[in-house]
């Protein structure tokens, strides 16, 4: 079977060429332009980050040149072999190819082991634990707030931030940390499953009930006075988009001087968190001897109070207010026994509720 030589016209090669550059352009409008809005990774705030996006970098050099040489030749290919007037025969058709098969068997498999070397590099040293990292930070995780321990070389805790995103306003809250230094974090959850995620460390970890995960980071000297705005990454509740968090990075001077602040905050104040509470109602009747529970709550953070019986079951589940403020929850009538009300935004918040 053979096939008349046609003519090629130059258009063809210009056509060609116009439909690869409308692909490169579109690849760099829509991942690497676009201050803040680029769908490319931002720039990593750590040094573990700066290894993700170097990985990220190659994996995304090679899609992208895999990408314009098949769209390329496939484009190429649809104009040039395009059917023209007086076609009717088939052109000259190819059956086996030793050398294309091998060269499209062995180069994407070289790609796939090289990536697969890289990822397993990147990851070790983005898992990398040390004995003794320089500071250590025990993140809590509960619905629907964050709550930062700070502890000691062994593992005493000395303050506690309950305060986790940073305020603009105030320059309060947030998680801080010292540039430069490693800062190892221990993940646990008291209720679901929840996941710290902060965008630019390029790092998120899930936070698993009866699980300590752990993991460890190092914020690049250039970063200091940033803070980095983080969140809970797994649906975990009616709360959930409130689960924010900050981390602020400070000169190590700096550092001190904040973590200082708060161990004098801590030691101040009694533990802010009220628990183990005691409020007696009395129904006498048909009427309660109480007609109002007052609960403290420190300010600044978002409550509520809801109530379970003796087994566990939650009977009632109230909107939470704004620390500070003050609200009257009412509540159906209650079988005499002894109950827990709590706080669903905080777990350590509980107290007994008897019923007379
Ligand atoms: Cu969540």
């Not at 430069?180 to 996941?195: C, E, K, M, W, Y």
């Given at each position: 079977?053979s096939?008349?030589?046609?003519?090629?016209?130059?258009?063809?090669?210009?056509?060609a060429?116009?439909?690869v550059a409308?692909l490169?352009?579109?690849?760099?409008?829509?991942?690497?332009?676009?201050?803040g809005n680029?769908?490319?990774?931002?720039?990593?705030?750590t040094?573990?980050?700066?290894?993700?996006?170097g990985l990220?970098?190659?994996?995304?050099?090679?899609?992208?040149?895999?990408?314009?040489l098949?769209?390329g030749?496939?484009?190429?290919?649809v104009?040039?072999?395009r059917?023209r007037?007086g076609?009717?025969?088939l052109?000259a058709?190819?059956h086996?190819n030793n050398?294309?098969?091998?060269?499209?068997?062995?180069?994407?498999?070289?790609?796939?082991?090289?990536?697969?070397?890289?990822?397993?590099?990147?990851?070790s040293?983005?898992d990398?634990?040390s004995?003794k990292p320089d500071?250590?930070?025990h993140?809590?995780?509960?619905?629907?707030?964050?709550?930062?321990?700070?502890l000691?070389?062994?593992?005493?805790?000395?303050?506690?931030?309950?305060?986790?995103?940073?305020d603009t306003?105030?320059?309060?809250?947030?998680m801080a940390?010292?540039?430069?230094?490693?800062v190892?974090?221990t993940?646990?959850?008291p209720?679901?499953?929840?996941?710290?995620?902060?965008?630019?460390?390029?790092f998120?970890?899930d936070v698993?009930?009866?699980?300590t995960?752990r993991?460890?980071?190092?914020v690049?000297?250039?970063e200091?006075?940033?803070?980095?705005?983080?969140?809970?990454?797994?649906?975990?509740?009616?709360?959930?988009?409130?689960?924010?968090?900050s981390?602020?990075a400070?000169?190590p001077?700096?550092?001190d001087a904040w973590?200082q602040?708060?161990?004098?905050?801590?030691?101040?104040t009694?533990?802010?968190?009220?628990?183990?509470?005691?409020?007696?109602?009395?129904?006498e009747?048909?009427?309660f001897?109480t007609?109002?529970?007052?609960?403290?709550?420190?300010p600044g953070?978002t409550?509520d109070?809801d109530i379970r019986?003796g087994?566990?079951?939650?009977?009632?589940?109230?909107?939470?207010?704004?620390?500070?403020?003050s609200t009257n929850?009412?509540?159906?009538?209650?079988?005499?026994?002894?109950?827990?009300?709590?706080?669903s935004?905080?777990?350590?918040?509980?107290?007994?509720?008897?019923?007379k």
């Amino acid at each position: 079977m053979s096939s008349t030589p046609r003519k090629r016209p130059a258009s063809d090669a210009l056509v060609a060429g116009a439909v690869v550059a409308i692909l490169v352009a579109l690849v760099v409008a829509v991942f690497l332009t676009g201050a803040g809005n680029s769908l490319y990774p931002p720039a990593a705030a750590t040094t573990q980050g700066r290894d993700i996006r170097g990985l990220y970098d190659i994996v995304f050099a090679l899609a992208i040149g895999i990408f314009l040489l098949v769209e390329g030749l496939i484009v190429w290919s649809v104009i040039r072999y395009r059917r023209r007037p007086g076609d009717i025969e088939l052109p000259a058709q190819t059956h086996g190819n030793n050398v294309a098969e091998i060269v499209w068997t062995v180069v994407p498999t070289a790609i796939v082991l090289f990536l697969f070397v890289i990822s397993w590099q990147s990851l070790s040293r983005v898992d990398a634990i040390s004995a003794k990292p320089d500071i250590r930070i025990h993140a809590i995780a509960g619905q629907f707030q964050w709550q930062f321990e700070y502890l000691d070389a062994n593992g005493t805790k000395v303050a506690t931030q309950l305060a986790p995103a940073y305020d603009t306003n105030t320059g309060a809250g947030g998680m801080a940390v010292p540039v430069g230094r490693s800062v190892q974090v221990t993940l646990d959850s008291p209720d679901v499953i929840h996941a710290f995620y902060v965008p630019r460390f390029l790092f998120k970890r899930d936070v698993v009930p009866g699980q300590t995960n752990r993991f460890e980071f190092t914020v690049e000297p250039s970063e200091a006075g940033q803070v980095f705005r983080g969140q809970c990454a797994e649906l975990c509740g009616i709360g959930h988009r409130a689960m924010l968090l900050s981390v602020i990075a400070l000169t190590p001077a700096d550092y001190d001087a904040w973590l200082q602040g708060l161990i004098e905050k801590s030691n101040a104040t009694p533990e802010p968190l009220p628990s183990g509470t005691v409020l007696n109602v009395t129904a006498e009747g048909v009427k309660f001897d109480t007609a109002a529970l007052e609960v403290p709550a420190p300010p600044g953070i978002t409550h509520d109070v809801d109530i379970r019986d003796g087994g566990g079951a939650v009977l009632a589940a109230k909107d939470t207010i704004d620390g500070g403020t003050s609200t009257n929850y009412s509540y159906e009538p209650m079988q005499a026994g002894t109950y827990t009300f709590f706080c669903s935004i905080h777990s350590n918040m509980t107290g007994t509720l008897t019923v007379k």
